[in-house]
Structures are given as structure tokens and as C-alpha cells.
């Protein structure tokens, strides 16, 4: 006998192969390219926004052509997979025990070669914290690429929506901080918690009121991830000189 | 000849030490003596001093045996003076002597053994039969080289070949003759190396004697002497073409010069003469546009009169090559594959990278007004329909095309590819685009095709392993070793998602999965002049993110982007094949070409040395195949190939090795190409002048004039006879004699 959800998934199954085409193009996520790995840590608190993946991975999916997986996968910095991750996502609200030589050199390499993470302190407090501790981890793996404000026209502001403001839960900063090595930016951090505006539950109810924005905030919120993410997926490709006087014309409009 | 005695003179070299041969003399006289006081009493004086006196000469004629006395005599024999007579047999010779009559071959051959054209020069008799009277002469034909004729030869005496050095001939010719008188136009030595007219190496010791054929004044012609153009340029930058312009015997004309790429015009100019012989260089300036081979041609119009037509036009062969590599790649959607090729390319300092990344689909839903969004249009009428030629390697990644990209515009990638651009496609779930990409114009062009119905696969991850092909291909060798780079290849990182193609007839795999079945990954072909492949793949990236996870560079990645690139745009450094072309070969000589082929030295086994199966072939202009040889020239991999091209064109040259292909085009140059026959008089009377001669004029007796050069010419030789005495038999009959008397004396005398 059949259950009730099964029949139901045979059903849906059925109506989605009458959908498409015999040879139509691959279904987004049947195939998806894209997926979000967070890193855990000892100490602190490493999963302060547990359920955000669901909500921005529907605005990517809805929004650009990315192929994304609402999957969201974990891993520790020793693990070998660290360099299948296309995406490392990191947050936390209190101060992590320092990393071992070992996961700072798994760190460094994974984003020397490549690799993107990018990391979000959820209690919003400068010098305390996660954001200390993240700060101290960054100076240690690349002594002579401090963080730095990312400027205007950064490549993350452009990739997809032309930003002009930081959304997030809070409000601490009106800008985004980053490790630039040559072109590329492997490590973007924020502190006005991104994901916290992104986190809903299964009912589709908001998690947390963005403060002071209200839903404004967090669309610009949702604009910053969609940015961060095709960014990480396609570098400076914005800077390319055939992109200029677009972008220039519609800052101007 | 006449002979004169010189001297006579007596030399000795004693077989003995003289003081011996002395004493021997002493104790003769001393014998002699006490025969003489012995038989005086017997015979009386007179007798006894007789017999005394034979013994006396017999032992004197001993002494003078052993004194081994010669004579020499010296006699000095005379013989008239040799002059050489050089017979200018250029193909120059053969054109008109003046207007359209007999050829200045004619014209010297009469000269020789009499004729309407020789003039007085030779009296009433023939020039050559007035001088065999009275000298030696010797005969020389020069073309290319000297060659040494006999008189009989001179009728049947035909024009051809290039005009040789008078310079190398008359040095050899110096020391052996005491004149030389050359019959030429003057044109001898154009086409080859100058013959340094004025130059001070002529033999002084040998005066020349010129005699002028044809006629300057009437000879008319236009002739592109010199063609200066680069033979490398770069595609896109401006350069300067000079050509040479010559006139002979157009005055105040003004005639159009033309340049053509190929057989298209690129531009004409106009040039004008004011005066009879004058040279003009008249500079154009050309861009080329398109990567490749560019016979460009200097030309004028034939004009009336002329004499010859076929040096109205030069060629050379010109390479465009890229300053950059141009690359245009279209991405479907941001993907870490994309990301990691973008790094690689822009990694690469000779790459220049215009990529599209499809942001959003017609599917996508934009929340924000035009101002808030960062998305361009997609230029696809102005990339595939303008400008693609402007780029060498088209990269279509995960690219749904039948989304964006209508027939005319998969045509013309089509048509890119076959006229020498390079494509490349890269995998991931919309590489088929719905299957659409087998029957597409891009279908056409791809070695490979779709294997079954579901063309992507995920999940399983798979590594990949080198097929024999691979083994040896330059695309896949990232390290020199064949046995490490096997091994590199065996232990990259698992992909994991694969499209499932079939490899075509056209196609080769050089990576397979190493999953079984496998499955073509890395697939290469060719298609018309350009190169394709296939990547069937969106998970090369972990190449490059897998190889540092296990504590390794990202070297390989970058390596195997890079001579991806460098393959499919030909980039002659990583061609396992590589030509080198003569210099200006011209028809109806055999042209050379030397190749150098990239074996696979360790063989398939990774063991023992092979040679492969090259196959060379030589197309003529009309496309024909020609006959060819090709023969190994000792080193590994070399090799040298050969045809005989019997008409100026632009050859094709194709090499085809296991590891790759190449094909170049060869111009062979006419034989009149660059020929410039004007007679040139003053290039004798240079001779002339710079070795002491003088130049003849056709009213001139020729008899009258040699003689005062070779007047002082001294020429014979001496004979020198050394005669030893003892090997004389009168010597030894004088012997005989002297004993034989006194024996028959003492008899006589009642000695014995």
C-alpha cells in the first residue's frame, strides 16, 4: 500500500516530467553548481543563524541564473573536502579558541589558491567577541593583507544589483570589510548579520526584525547576499572594461 | 713556339769521398809509373810508355766513374699568349639585342664567327678565327658558373640560367690566360650576389677586354625590383610595404601600382617617371586584419613595349601573428568552473580575456529598477556576427546557446572555426543544450557527439586517465616525463559530473573517465583551418582546488588552461611540428623544406624508440597533390621533404604526424621575378676601367687593341736536361778500348 507521501512525491514527480521537455534544458537545482558550506569551530557559537540557507538560496534562485543547493553542508577546517567548497560561510556571536597551525595553513591555502569565505559577526560588536577573535585568526593567516574596508565600487557591490547600501539584521556598518589579494577578494566579512535577516522558519515567518530598516534593510540584505555569492562565483568579472560605461550610465540615471 | 738555349754547365757528385778518389789517382800515376820503369827494358820507351799511358786512361776513366760527372743543359721555350674570351650565356642574353630582333646571344656569336652583327671588330676575318691565329684561346661560357666550351659548342649555344659572378670568374681565370674579353649585356651577376663591379678584389694582373651586346637605348621596361615587407607582423598594428619601382625607357608615363593581399586589392598608387631609368620606392601602408599567412603582391600593369612582363609583379609571404591571444568566453551561469577558468586565463599575461557571464535567465524574475541592476546586455549580434573575427578562441561554457544565439549566428561560428578560429566547449548541464547541439552548425564542427539520451551525469565521481593519444598529445603533456605525467594525470581529483559523448570519426580523445564505461572527457579535432574541442566537464576546477588540498601548487590547472589555449590557436611553440621553409625557392628547382616532428621518443610502451608514420604533401596553386619525397635527416624527429615545383605560385606544404598537423603555404618565386635586363653598359666599362681594360666598340679592330696588353705577357717555359756522363755507353766502350789495347798491345809486344 501506498503511503499518503509517497503518492504525493510520485505525483509531483510525474507533473514535473510532463513539464519538461524531453530535452529541455537542466532544471536549476537538478543540477546545482552552487552550495553553501559552513565552517565549525571550537569555542564560541558557531551557528548563531541556523536556518538562513532556505531564503536566500529561493532569492538566488529566483533572481540570476545561478544554480544553487538549498543543502546546506559543514565542515571543520582540517577536513580534506575544505577545497571542494566553492563557498565557506563562517559567523558566530562570541570569541572562538584560537586555530591550530594546522586549520590557519588549511585556511591560507584554501584561500590563496582560490577558495572564498565569507564570514559574518552576528552580535555586531567591534573589538568583542567573534569579531575579535575572527580579526586575530585573519592577522595570523595573512600578516600582510589586513582587512580592509571593501571601496564603493568593489567588484561585490556590482556583481549583480548596483549597491549603494548595507542591509542586515543590525546596522553596525555601512560598509563591508575584506582581505584583497591582487584582484581578488577571498575573504569578505560583515558584522551587520546577514544571515540573521535572511533566517526563517519553515512557515516562511521571518526569524528577526532588521533593526533600525525594518524590511528594506533586509531586502538590501538579501541584495548583499546575492551580490557576495555571484561574486565569489565570478571574481572581478564586473571590472571588465565592456561592463563600464553600463554601470556608469545607470549611476547616473 | 720557338726555342733559344739558355747554358750548359758539367756538375759532379763523387760516389766516394774525394780525398779517397785522390789517393786512388796517385797510386794510378804510381802504378802507370813502375809499369813504365818495369817493361822499358823490355820494350824500349816508346812501347812501354804506350802500354803505361792505356793503363794510365783506364784507371782515369774509373776515377772519373766515381766522380759521377753530369750535364745540364737549360733551353727556354716560347708560346703565344693565352687569352680567355668569356660568352655571357644569362637568360638575359637570350632577349632581343635590339628591338625585336636576333637575341644578344646572336648578336655575340656573330661577333665570334662573323655574322651581319659582329661589325669590324675582327677585320675580314671572324673575331675568333683572327685570334686563334696568333694566340691560344680558350673559350668559357658563363652563366651560374664558368664552364669551358669548345668552339664547336657555339651554334647550338642556348641562353639560360642565372647570371654568374664575372668577379669569381676572372679570379679564376687569372694567373691561366694574360686577357680576358667578355661578350655580355652586363646584366651578369643580378639575381645573385653583386658581382662588386668596383671592387677592388678584381685581378689586377688581368686586364679585360669588354664588348657590349645589346642595346640600352631601345630596351624598355618596368620592373618591381625589390619588395621590403616584414615577415612577421602583428595582427591589427599598421606597417609600411616599400617596393621598387623601376622604369627602363618610360619616360614622363605615369603608370598605377598595385597591392593585394591574397588576390584582394588593398590599394593602388600612382607612380611617375620623368626620367628614361629611374627608380622609384613607393611605400604602402597595410594592417592586417586576420591572423595567418598573407601572400602580399607589388604589381603593374603590363605596358606597351615592354620586354618583359612577367617581372611586373613581386610577392612575399607575410605571417600576421597575435600580440595576444583574444579570448571570448560565454559562460551560461556563474559557476565555480567559471570562476577558476576566468583566474587561469587572466593568469595568463598573453591571453586577452572578453568573457559574458549569463546572470539571468529570461526565467529570472529582477526585483529592482534598471538603475539598481548591474546586468549589460548580452552583445550577441555584434559578437557573432561582427567582431568574431576578431578573437582566436571561442569558449562556450555550460552554454544553453538556443536561448541567445539564433542559425545565423551558429553559422558564423561555423564558417570562424573553418577559416582557422578555434572553439572549445565546455561541459556541465546545458553543454548539449538539450540535445540541440547535435544537429546545430556547431554539431558539425565538434569530434563529438551525443552518446544517449541523457547527456549529463552526476554524482558518481569519476577520475580520468590519458588514452594513447593523449600519451603523446602536447595539450595533455604537463610534464615532460611520459611516465610522470601518466601518473599526474591518474591522480587528479575525481570529477564530479560528466556529459556522456561519443568521440566522432573526426574527433580525438585524448582523456577518458577512468570509470568503465568510459567516456570521452578531453576530445580534439580539427575542422576546416580551425581547431575544436571538448570538456566534458564542470568540474575541471577541482583540478586546480583538489591538487592544493593535497598539498601541491594549482600548476596543473594553470598548465592545462594555458596550452589548451596555446593548442587550439596554433601557438607554433607547443605544435609537436614545426617547418622551415627556403628562402625565395624558385620554379623549376627543387625546393627543400626541413621539419622537425615532436615524437613520442619513449614510444607507446614507454620503452623502445619509435619513428611515426609522417605524411608530407605538397599542393600545387590549382590544389593539385604533387609528387614528394620526405627522408628522415638522422636525428630523432627530423626530417626533410622535397618537391619539384615547375611553375611560380603559392604551394600548400601539409605535414601529418600522430601528434598533430601542420600546413604552410610557400611562394615560388618566378624566374624573372625581380629580373631587371636592361643592358648595362656601364657595369663593363667599370670593369674594364678597374682591371686596366678597355671596352670595344664594334668599330674597333680587336687584333690592334690586344696586342698591346698582351705584348709584355711573357709565356713559355724552360726545359732543364741533367745528362750523368757514366750512363753514357761511349764511357764504357772508352773502358773496353783502353783495356782491350793494352791487352792486344802486350800480346803484340810478347807481354802476355
Known sequence: MISRRTFLRMGFAFSAGLSLKRHGLAAGGAFPQFNITQVRYRGGQWDPNPQFTDAIVEELELRTSVSASKERRTIT??????????????AGKYEFDPWTSQEREALKRYLTFGGFLMAEDAMGIRGFG????????????FPIHEMQK?????????????????????????????????????????????????????????LNECVPGGEAQRLAAFKLGVNIIVYSLTSDYKKDLVHHPFIKRRQNL | MSTSYLMTRLSIAPIVPLWLLIILLAAGLAIAFMQYRVIRKRLGPRKAFILSLLRLGTFSLIILFALNISVTSKKEHRTPPAIAILLDTSQSM???????????????????????????????KPLLTSLDETYEVRLYALSESLRELEEKELPALNPGGKGGSINDALKKLAGQVSLAIVLSDGTTGLNSSSPGLTDTSLPKDL??????????????????????????????????????????????????????DGSKLVTAKSVHFTRSRESVVVSFSFTPDEIGTHMMSVSSPPQVGESITSNNSISVLMRAVRD????????GNPSPNYRFMRMALKNDPSVDLLSFVILRTPSNVINVPLQEQSLIPFPVDTLFSTELKAFDLVIFDNFPFHVYLNQKHLEAIREFVGSGGAFALIGGPNMADGGRIASAPLGEVLPVGLSQEEDYSRGSSSGVRLTSAGAAHPLTRLLPD??????????????????????????????????????????????????????????????????????GGNWAYLRFIERTVRWLTKDPGIDPISMVLPDRPEEGQDAEIKMSIGEDVNGPSGSAR??????????????????????????????????????????????ESRTGSLEESLVIGGRMEAFDAAPDHESLRSISAATGGKVLSASEDVLKEIAPFVASAKRGFVEEREVPLWSLPYALALIVAFLAGEWYLRRRWGLA
Open chain 2, 610 to 655: 619509435t619513428r611515426e608514420p609522417i605524411l608530407f604533401s605538397v599542393f600545387s596553386p590549382q590544389g593539385v597533390k604533387l609528387l614528394s619525397q620526405l627522408k628522415a635527416s638522422g636525428a630523432p624527429g627530423e626530417y626533410t621533404g622535397s618537391f619539384h615545383p615547375e611553375r611560380a605560385g603559392i604551394y600548400r606544404v601539409r605535414v
Open chain 2, 94 to 124: 637570350g632577349l632581343p639585342a635590339k628591338d625585336a630582333g636576333e637575341s644578344r646571344l646572336d648578336q655575340a656569336r656573330q661577333i665570334l664567327l662573323g655574322g651581319p652583327l659582329s661589325g669590324s671588330l675582327g677585320g675580314p
Open chain 1, 150 to 206: 571593501l571601496p564603493p565600487d568593489h567588484s561585490v557591490f556590482q556583481s549583480f544589483y548596483l549597491i549603494n547600501s548595507i542591509g542586515g539584521r543590525q546596522k553596525i556598518n555601512a560598509y563591508l570589510e575584506g582581505v584583497v589579494i591582487d584582484n581578488w577578494t577571498p575573504v569578505i566579512y560583515s558584522q551587520n548579520d546577514l544571515s540573521g535577516a535572511w533566517s526563517r522558519d519553515r512557515f516562511g515567518k521571518w
Open chain 2, 207 to 260: 686586364p679585360v677586354l669588354t664588348i657590349p651586346v645589346g642595346d640600352a637605348d631601345t630596351y624598355r621596361d618596368i620592373v618591381i625590383s625589390a619588395l621590403k615587407a616584414p615577415h612577421v607582423a602583428f595582427r591589427g598594428r599598421e606597417l609600411t610595404i616599400d617596393a621598387t619601382i623601376t622604369s627602363r625607357g618610360y619616360k614622363n608615363v605615369t603608370i598605377p601600382v598595385l597591392l593585394k
Open chain 2, 324 to 331: 595576444k591571444t583574444r579570448v571570448l568566453l560565454v559562460s
Open chain 1, 77 to 90: 577546517l582540517t577536513e580534506p573536502d575544505l577545497f571542494s567548497c566553492p563557498f565557506l560561510y563562517m
Open chain 2, 482 to 551: 611520459k611516465m610522470l605525467n601518466l601518473r599526474l594525470w591518474n591522480e587528479m581529483p575525481s570529477l564530479d559530473g560528466l556529459n556522456l559523448l561519443k568521440v566522432k570519426g573526426s574527433g580525438t580523445a585524448l582523456l577518458e573517465s577512468a570509470v568503465s564505461p568510459a567516456h570521452p572527457i578531453l576530445t580534439v579535432g580539427s575542422y576546416g583551418k580551425g581547431r575544436v574541442l571538448t570538456l566534458a566537464t564542470d568540474f575541471s576546477w577541482k583540478w586546480d582546488a583538489g591538487m592544493v588540498a593535497r598539498g
Open chain 1, 130 to 141: 567573534f569579531d575579535a577573535a575572527f580579526r586575530r585568526e585573519m592577522k595570523q593567516i
